[in-house]
Structures are given as C-alpha cells and as structure tokens.
C-alpha cells in the first residue's frame, strides 16, 4: 500500500520532539512512501540545544532525497499540483494548530495545509504543545470537527511539570495516515 503513496511531511519548531518525528519519517521512507519535507521558519532557521538547524536540514533531505519546501512561495502549489496523498504535520505547534484553525498562512507549513486541503485531502496533525489544555483546547477542538483534518492519538506528556502539555505518539503516525486516507480518524483520540 505505501510504494505510491506521497506524503508531505511538515515539521514546526516544538525543538523537543523533532528527533521523533524525523525518526518516523525515516521509517515511513523505509517502508516505500514517498515523502516531500516541508519546514516552517523556525524548524529550517533556528538553532536550539537539541540540535541546529543546519543539523536537522541535512538529516531531512538525506532521509527524502530531495529539499525541503521552506517558503510560503514553494508550499503555495502542493494544492494545484496535488502534490500529496496527505499532508503530515509532525511536530504541529500550537502556533501552528491556531493558525490553521483560524486560516492564517503565513509559513511554509501553514500555507502547505491551506493548499492541500483545498484539494480536499487529508491533513494529519501530530500535535506537541505546551497550551494544550489551555489557550489552544478550543482550537484543537474545533480542528477536530473539521473536515479532511485527523490527529495521531495524544496525550499528557508530562502532567506533573507541564500540566496543561500535550503531545501526540509519533509511532502512530502510519496508522492515522492510512486510517486518513480512508476518511476516518484512528481511535482512540487520547492517550
């Protein structure tokens, strides 16, 4: 099922979990599917202590064998073209997350999900961040009654410290972007 599959696959700034995300990107890419990154501003330009931006770059485009769409001018035609089969977003801040819900585009990432959801294909939000349970439940909320919007399953990733944090299991990212394809979002929700 994965050898014709195309995926984009987008990636945010939440620095922490980009070591998972691009560890599941490399497995997707191992099993056939044919993956486009996609790296909003802060991922492509900043540097951070889990590793620098040039870093990361190299690592991406040595996993897809191709570069990574990093402006708002190169993500615009993934909707004309129809570019993918879905779109991953992996880590998806809660920048981001509000972004989309409010149709903001403003970044490579935010711009590469208005494009493809124009083609009414699926978007795939693994989301990380801090506000969760606070400033952006609403907006994950609302994502969730979206049409052509799923979310790999998550949950708290550390109660204790980070109460109101949430984070999305990136090993289940394959399996909510074939339930995605079939319109369905993956079950449970919550961890």
């Known amino acids: 099922m994965s050898k014709n599959i195309s995926v984009g696959f987008a990636m945010c700034g939440s620095f922490c979990t980009l070591e998972k995300a691009i560890s599941q990107m490399e497995d997707l ?30 690592r991406v485009e040595g996993i897809c064998g191709k570069p990574i769409i990093c402006s708002i001018e190169d993500a615009e035609p993934i909707g004309p073209k129809k570019m993918f089969d879905a779109l991953v977003i992996a880590p998806a801040t809660g920048n981001t997350i509000a972004k989309i819900c409010f149709g903001i585009t403003d970044t490579p990432v935010t711009m590469a999900a208005k494009a493809h959801i124009r083609g009414e294909k699926p978007v795939i939000i693994a989301l990380s961040t801090n506000d969760a349970l606070s400033g952006n439940a609403s907006n994950i909320g609302t994502l969730l009654n979206r049409k052509n919007i799923y979310f790999v399953p998550f949950g708290q990733d550390d109660p204790v410290k980070k109460p109101r944090s949430m984070a999305a299991d990136m090993t289940k990212i394959e399996d909510t972007i074939k339930a995605a394809l079939e319109r369905k979002q993956i079950q449970p929700i919550l961890l």
Request: hydrophobic letters at 35%; glycine letters at 6%; proline letters at 3%.
């Open 29 to 58: 890419t191992l099993k056939g599917y044919n993956i486009t990154p996609v790296m909003s501003f802060n991922a492509h330009n900043t540097d951070t202590r889990f590793g620098t931006a040039q870093s990361f770059i190299e």
